[in-house]
């Protein structure tokens, strides 16, 4: 049973990589973030990043272009931004967690579930600092 549930997760990771890699029609943008942050499980620094995604796909690439660090999110579809394209994030004390990518003039973003350890900062700060919006344009 181990080795079939092994066997299933790597045919969906294998799945995900060449869905990314094999892009025909992407979309991408650009943003500076100031501070390190959590894409799903994964740690990120602070720097320059890419946000690629396939046309029509649930999944997005988020890439830091000077250490090349990067991190595949799957959301669902979000409502575009009435003005610009911009990245949201939850902040609980000093742990931010990417929560949407929205894109600007009618594009269509992508909202990211809540991971566990993004649960749990919201139940432990609840009373004292329930979750602070951060938000950084893109270009």
Do not use: W
């Amino acid at each position: 049973m181990k080795c079939n549930s092994l066997s299933k997760s790597s045919l969906l990771v294998l799945s995900l990589l060449l869905t990314v890699a094999g892009a025909h029609a992407q979309t991408a943008a650009r943003a500076n973030v100031p501070f390190a942050f959590k894409v799903g499980t994964r740690q990120m620094p602070a720097g320059t990043y890419t946000m690629r995604n396939d046309a029509g796909s649930s999944i997005i690439m988020v890439r830091n272009v000077q250490t090349g660090t990067s991190a595949l999110a799957m959301g669902r579809p979000g409502s575009p931004s009435k003005k610009t394209d911009k990245l949201i994030f939850h902040r609980y004390g000093s742990h931010y967690f990417l929560t949407a990518i929205l894109g600007g003039k009618g594009s269509q973003g992508m909202v990211f579930p809540a991971t566990r350890q993004e649960k749990a900062l919201q139940v432990a700060q609840a009373p004292a600092d329930n979750g602070n919006n951060v938000e950084i344009a893109s270009k």
